[in-house]
């Protein structure tokens, strides 16, 4: 079954407490994306990954960091948590860069920053 | 900057009764707007991909238009497995060049009641 998993899917951790929330997906895609949901401001990218190695910054990066060292994964770093990072986290994937394809969205991932 | 304005916020309708949800654009250049459904605790679903203006796209009962500055989601006769919330967001050619970024809206919270 062609999808996007993340886990975990719930989260609950401690402010400055490192933490990486994994994105992978079984579809050969090219183009991944993370993008965070708070009420009333929509989806927002955080960063964005055209191919293995090549990442780059979305709207809001400050606080995130990722890899792409392989083509399926491409993991979520917070290096030093915050409360304001508190928020519902989705990673989505496409086919290539370049076209025109509709992207895939993993479960979410819901992360609280106490 | 691209911008997605989407309205109403929240939809109730009863079970058979049609409505149409609005979704009002600005982008430099656009490549694609695109639908997705969204139910609680879920990550989007992809619906429609609509390219330009006057292109119509049809899936059981939704029906996606476009023109230069706004989409429409006509729901026909709806079902209460209809409820979820509609997002919209639009791709920009000139403004994420190299970027599949994906501006969304805030979206629609649709209620059909049985």
């Known amino acids: 079954e062609a999808q996007v998993t993340q886990n975990p899917r719930y989260l609950i951790t401690v402010t400055g407490k490192k933490l990486t929330v994994t994105c992978s997906q079984n579809?050969?895609?090219?183009?991944m994306s993370w993008y965070r949901q708070d009420p009333g401001l929509g989806l927002r990218q955080i960063y964005y990954?055209?191919?293995?190695?090549?990442?780059d910054k979305g709207d809001v990066p400050e606080g995130y960091k990722v890899s792409r060292k392989e083509k399926r994964n491409f993991p979520l770093i917070l290096e030093s948590p915050s409360p304001n990072q508190t928020s519902l986290y989705f990673c989505a994937s496409s086919f290539t860069a370049g076209g025109l394809y509709e992207q895939y969205f993993g479960p979410g991932t819901r992360l609280t920053v106490t | 900057e691209d911008q997605v304005t989407q309205s109403p916020e929240a939809l109730r309708l009863q079970e058979g009764e049609s409505s149409s949800l609005n979704c009002s654009y600005t982008v430099s250049g656009l490549r694609g707007l695109f639908w997705y459904r969204q139910d609680p605790g879920k990550g989007p679903e992809f619906l429609f991909t609509l390219y330009s203006a006057g292109e119509e796209k049809e899936k059981e009962r939704l029906k996606a238009t476009l023109t230069k500055k706004e989409s429409f989601l006509h729901i026909t006769a709806p079902k209460p497995e209809d409820s979820a919330t509609y997002l919209c967001?639009?791709?920009?050619?000139?403004?994420?060049?190299?970027?599949?970024?994906?501006?969304f809206g805030t979206g629609t919270r649709l209620t059909i009641i049985p």
């Open positions: 990954s055209m191919n293995v190695e090549v990442t």
């Open positions: 579809m050969n895609h090219e183009y």
């Open positions: 967001a639009v791709q920009g050619f000139i403004s994420n060049f190299g970027n599949e970024k994906l501006t």
